[in-house]
């Protein structure tokens, strides 16, 4: 951020590499981010994001008390100058802690109005606004989005909502978010689902909403392609919170979803930590699962609390959950035009904006360290090894004649029977392979 033209917001300098030694708190120590592996450089190799709606808009609230974070940028009364104060600092910061992608809602970036119209002239007035910004330090935007969940509007859902006017609604909002995002550049676009899904099924025509969905994802689709939008869409799975239910409750049911109306060549999944867990499942389990089927598409960077059952959006600093979660992603090949969205939110009681700083410099640190730890766990080659060996069987003989569907059930029986007898149990070696991931996490 050039000093001469803009105030500095944040009394922090900026942020460099110093090496796993660093016993500096505000240095990174694994993420360098003009250190090139394979070719390319960890910034370009990692994509991190900063989430808008948490670190700008987040203010510490929680459902006993308000928020607890002040801000000197959002002082002041008129509702458009703050905006633009605040996105001032927001880029401050992107450069300071050196993301080179920062993610929004449309309703994070500027103040609804009393009609829509007036709504999309705020919009423009910011997104123009980032549009300068976004030139001046080179950020980029890995996705938009559109908030169709805090409107009371949307109380009963958007694309699901039993009432067609707000599902116009709705895509006169996504069809204004999706030329933003256009306008801005945005490597993709997604739809996180908040309130698609039910409070009761007393009320809920379930298989119209889930056919109101999709015709919504479908408009969608068609309306950004018509403007040249070539970017990637994402449906972001989460079972609940704040519906009781939420339709795409995790990547499998979202496959499913996709599948059954005709939209899996058009969407691919972000993951996010949290609503893995609070799915029931790993996050490097949801990984797989969209990867199996070509479908991983990015990630949201966070963590929940295993003694918490709500959506506490952490930032991740396990170094093994992500490591494990990078190996299933470098298996896959990577999340290509996807990123690392820090999704994730400051402690109510972290307060300062130094906080927002070691809060990031952490996720960085861990997803980057990870990344480097899983590349050497993929190149050297036990686990891989250990895993095809397993599969073995299948590569010649009756099984590849299984995997090729040459055989049946008669086949099989006459072998049994005639030749193989009793097969010699193996044994799947969790403890050692848990042992031996340690030793790559532990080691030097
Ligand atoms: C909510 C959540 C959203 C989406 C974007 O749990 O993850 O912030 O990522 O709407
Ligand atoms: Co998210």
């Known amino acids: 951020m050039p000093k001469n033209t803009r105030p500095q917001?944040?009394?922090?300098?900026?942020?460099?590499?110093?090496?796993?030694?660093?016993?500096?708190?505000?240095?990174?120590?694994?993420?360098d981010p003009s250190e090139s592996i394979d070719g390319v450089t960890l910034k370009n190799r990692m994509r991190f994001s900063i989430a808008y709606w948490h670190s700008f808009r987040g203010v510490g609230g929680d459902p006993f008390g308000p928020g607890t974070i002040r801000r000197p940028w959002e002082e002041g009364r008129d509702a458009i100058s703050v905006a633009k104060r605040r996105m001032d600092a927001a880029f401050e910061f992107f450069v300071k802690v050196e993301a080179p992608f920062w993610c929004f809602h449309d309703r994070d970036i500027a103040p609804e109005g009393a009609t829509l119209a007036e709504t999309n002239r705020n919009?423009?007035?910011?997104?123009a606004h980032a549009k300068a910004l976004q030139k001046a330090t080179g950020v980029r935007l890995l996705w938009g989005?559109?908030?169709?969940?805090?409107?009371?509007?949307?109380?009963?859902?958007?694309?699901?909502?039993?009432?067609?006017?707000?599902?116009?609604?709705?895509?006169?909002?996504?069809?204004?978010?999706?030329?933003?995002?256009?306008?801005?550049?945005?490597?993709g676009y997604t739809f996180w689902g908040g309130r698609e899904?039910?409070?009761?099924?007393?009320?809920?025509?379930?298989?119209?909403?889930?056919?109101?969905?999709?015709?919504?994802?479908?408009?969608?689709?068609?309306?950004?392609?018509?403007?040249?939008?070539?970017?990637?869409?994402?449906?972001?799975?989460?079972?609940?919170?704040?519906?009781?239910?939420?339709?795409?409750?995790?990547?499998?049911?979202?496959?499913?979803?996709?599948?059954?109306?005709?939209?899996?060549?058009?969407?691919?999944?972000?993951?996010?930590?949290?609503?893995?867990?609070?799915?029931?499942?790993?996050?490097?389990?949801?990984?797989?699962?969209?990867?199996?089927?070509?479908?991983?598409?990015?990630?949201?960077?966070n963590a929940g609390d295993t003694l918490l059952g709500w959506d506490t959006d952490q930032f991740n600093t396990d170094v093994k959950e992500t490591t494990l979660a990078m190996v299933s992603i470098l298996r896959?090949?990577?999340?290509?035009?996807?990123?690392?969205?820090?999704?994730?939110?400051?402690?109510?009681?972290?307060?300062?904006?130094?906080?927002?700083f070691y809060a990031h410099i952490g996720g960085m640190d861990t997803f980057a360290l990870a990344f480097k730890i899983a590349r050497r766990?993929?190149?050297?080659?036990?686990?891989?090894?250990f895993v095809a060996d397993r599969y073995s069987s299948y590569d010649s003989g009756f099984g590849r004649d299984i995997e090729k569907g040459r055989v049946g059930f008669r086949d099989l029986e006459k072998l049994v029977l005639s030749k193989l007898g009793e097969p010699v149990p193996r044994s799947g070696r969790q403890e050692y392979l848990e042992n031996l991931i340690n030793r790559y996490v532990d080691g030097p």
């Open 145 to 187: 989005t559109a908030n169709l969940f805090s409107n009371r509007r949307y109380m009963c859902g958007a694309a699901t909502n039993p009432d067609a006017h707000v599902f116009a609604y709705a895509a006169a909002q996504v069809k204004k978010a999706l030329e933003v995002t256009q306008e801005l550049g945005g490597d």
């Open 123 to 127: 919009l423009d007035s910011l997104v």
């Open 377 to 385: 766990i993929i190149a050297d080659g036990e686990l891989g090894g």
């Open 9 to 31: 917001y944040f009394n922090v300098p900026q942020i460099r590499f110093e090496g796993p030694r660093s016993t500096n708190p505000l240095a990174f120590r694994h993420y």
């Open 332 to 356: 896959a090949g990577g999340l290509g035009k996807g990123g690392f969205n820090f999704d994730a939110k400051l402690r109510r009681p972290s307060i300062d904006p130094e906080d927002l």
């Open 197 to 301: 899904g039910y409070e009761t099924l007393l009320n809920t025509d379930m298989k119209r909403e889930q056919e109101h969905l999709a015709r919504f994802l479908h408009m969608a689709v068609a309306y950004a392609r018509s403007i040249g939008f070539k970017g990637q869409f994402y449906i972001e799975p989460k079972p609940k919170e704040p519906t009781k239910h939420q339709y795409d409750f995790d990547v499998a049911s979202g496959i499913a979803f996709l599948r059954t109306f005709g939209l899996e060549k058009h969407l691919k999944f972000n993951i996010e930590t949290n609503h893995a867990t609070l799915a029931g499942h790993s996050f490097q389990h949801e990984i797989e699962v969209a990867a199996s089927q070509g479908l991983l598409g990015s990630v949201d960077a």
